[in-house]
């Protein structure tokens, strides 16, 4: 694929704002489309003033964030300040040129942070992928040609590590989002249109989460837009699909989210000529399973939804300790529905000493879920043991940060 030509940061800005074309972005700054592609061209025009606010506003970033070259003389304007802890994408390299070799070092790291996520610490592991995100950015400004799309990639791929880091373990949306954007300029910079889809549908959970539908699914139509570009597996596809299905779940449209599911399914099933991504490590048949089995519960289909976990929870690998903590969350959720108080506090249970171990905010979110839903059987003996464990000091305190 060649690569993308014109101001990719900008293109990529507006599409994490959820203006999904250019017609749409000039519509809510009041300008013209014309103005909006000449901003998007390879050479952008420094904006009017009486425009700049409003763009800046519209999108969340200053102006040379957005890819715009500030004039020099008594017109420069000072920038506004990037998002605290985040380096800004270069588009360019200075003359110091670093040898190939960097991109393979570099992105041996990349890939070490992504195995690493699954056993260390958030908390250890997200700084450590913020400041390797950091240096990428510098070495953007030092690498050329294919050396630098890789480099680019990586960076894409850590900010994308550290976003789900913010989103999934520390539930801190607005900080997720402002890294998921980085990391989709970053994809842009390397003509990545895989990495990008998979950065929009991480996006898509932000609003999902919050309830709103419309802002999801305008970033799951851009996820799929740039998969088309592909070429697309069947497994990120069917991720697709799968992330759809929860976005929709937590939107209370069930029956559309199982419709996904089994779409999601099929494609599985039938398999595909276009390989994984290297980086798509966190979605599998058995994850797809969980997927489903969460569905399945939110919609009332218990005796489905219990069987669907518990299958899950079988086909687990050992190593997928943080999911293990959602499942037994979600099969406890399934008991005290099915008015089962004993056999829900032991799911709990269990979840809670698996948190114990790993952390997951994810886990904790879905056990303090069913604590809620077992109130009317709080007088019994199994929830009062739930209780010494859900409120000893360090999980009081985790609990009230939601």
């Given at each position: 694929?060649?690569?993308?030509?014109?101001?990719?940061?900008?293109?990529?800005?507006?599409?994490a704002?959820?203006?999904?074309?250019?017609?749409?972005?000039?519509?809510?700054?009041?300008?013209?489309?014309?103005?909006?592609r000449?901003?998007?061209?390879?050479?952008?025009?420094?904006?009017?003033?009486?425009?700049?606010?409003?763009?800046?506003?519209a999108?969340?970033?200053?102006?040379?964030?957005?890819?715009?070259?500030?004039?020099?003389?008594?017109?420069?304007r000072?920038?506004?300040?990037?998002?605290?802890g985040?380096?800004?994408?270069?588009?360019?390299?200075?003359?110091?040129?670093?040898p190939a070799?960097?991109?393979?070092?570099?992105?041996?790291?990349?890939r070490?942070?992504?195995?690493?996520?699954?056993?260390v610490?958030?908390?250890?592991?997200?700084?450590?992928?913020?400041?390797h995100?950091?240096?990428?950015?510098?070495?953007?400004?030092?690498?050329?040609?294919?050396?630098?799309?890789?480099?680019?990639?990586?960076?894409?791929?850590?900010?994308?590590?550290?976003?789900?880091?913010?989103?999934?373990?520390?539930?801190?949306?607005?900080?997720?989002?402002?890294?998921?954007?980085?990391?989709?300029?970053?994809?842009?910079?390397?003509?990545?249109?895989?990495?990008?889809?998979?950065?929009?549908?991480?996006?898509?959970?932000v609003?999902?989460?919050?309830?709103?539908?419309g802002?999801?699914?305008?970033?799951?139509?851009?996820?799929?837009?740039?998969?088309?570009?592909?070429?697309?597996?069947?497994?990120?596809?069917?991720?697709?699909?799968?992330?759809e299905?929860?976005?929709?779940?937590?939107?209370?449209?069930t029956?559309?989210?199982?419709?996904?599911?089994?779409?999601?399914?099929?494609?599985?099933?039938?398999?595909?000529?276009?390989?994984?991504?290297?980086?798509?490590?966190?979605?599998?048949?058995?994850?797809?399973a969980?997927?489903?089995?969460?569905t399945?519960?939110r919609?009332?289909?218990?005796?489905?939804?219990?069987?669907?976990?518990?299958?899950?929870l079988?086909?687990?690998?050992?190593?997928?300790?943080?999911?293990r903590t959602?499942?037994?969350?979600d099969?406890?959720?399934?008991?005290?529905?099915?008015?089962?108080?004993?056999e829900?506090?032991r799911?709990?249970?269990?979840?809670?000493?698996?948190?114990?171990?790993?952390?997951?905010?994810?886990?904790?979110?879905?056990?303090t879920?069913?604590?809620?839903?077992?109130?009317?059987?709080?007088?019994?003996?199994?929830?009062?043991?739930?209780?010494?464990r859900?409120?000893?000091w360090?999980?009081t305190?985790?609990?009230?940060?939601?």
């Amino acid at each position: 694929m060649p690569q993308q030509t014109g101001n990719t940061r900008l293109r990529a800005a507006r599409i994490a704002a959820g203006y999904a074309s250019q017609q749409a972005l000039a519509a809510a700054l009041g300008v013209g489309v014309r103005q909006v592609r000449r901003w998007e061209s390879p050479a952008p025009p420094w904006p009017h003033p009486d425009i700049q606010q409003a763009l800046t506003r519209a999108l969340g970033q200053d102006l040379e964030s957005l890819g715009f070259t500030v004039p020099d003389g008594p017109t420069r304007r000072p920038a506004l300040t990037a998002p605290a802890g985040h380096a800004t994408i270069p588009t360019q390299a200075t003359s110091v040129v670093q040898p190939a070799t960097v991109a393979t070092d570099f992105v041996s790291v990349t890939r070490s942070h992504r195995r690493l996520y699954w056993s260390v610490a958030p908390a250890t592991l997200h700084p450590a992928a913020l400041a390797h995100a950091t240096l990428g950015c510098a070495l953007l400004t030092e690498t050329v040609g294919q050396t630098r799309r890789h480099v680019a990639a990586a960076v894409a791929e850590s900010y994308l590590l550290a976003g789900r880091i913010e989103f999934f373990d520390m539930r801190e949306p607005e900080r997720a989002s402002a890294t998921l954007l980085r990391a989709l300029q970053a994809a842009g910079e390397a003509d990545d249109p895989l990495l990008g889809a998979a950065v929009l549908a991480h996006m898509a959970f932000v609003p999902a989460w919050t309830g709103d539908r419309g802002a999801a699914v305008e970033r799951m139509v851009a996820a799929r837009t740039y998969a088309r570009r592909g070429p697309a597996s069947a497994e990120l596809l069917a991720w697709l699909d799968a992330v759809e299905a929860e976005c929709e779940t937590r939107c209370g449209h069930t029956r559309t989210a199982l419709h996904l599911v089994g779409h999601a399914e099929d494609l599985l099933a039938a398999g595909g000529e276009h390989a994984s991504p290297e980086w798509l490590d966190w979605f599998s048949p058995v994850r797809l399973a969980a997927f489903k089995g969460n569905t399945q519960l939110r919609a009332g289909h218990l005796p489905q939804a219990r069987t669907t976990l518990l299958g899950v929870l079988d086909g687990l690998p050992a190593a997928e300790d943080k999911q293990r903590t959602v499942i037994l969350g979600d099969l406890a959720a399934v008991e005290a529905a099915a008015g089962r108080p004993e056999e829900a506090c032991r799911y709990a249970l269990r979840a809670l000493d698996q948190l114990a171990v790993t952390w997951y905010a994810m886990g904790m979110d879905r056990i303090t879920e069913v604590r809620r839903s077992l109130a009317p059987h709080q007088h019994e003996q199994c929830v009062r043991e739930l209780d010494d464990r859900l409120y000893g000091w360090a999980t009081t305190v985790s609990a009230l940060r939601r």
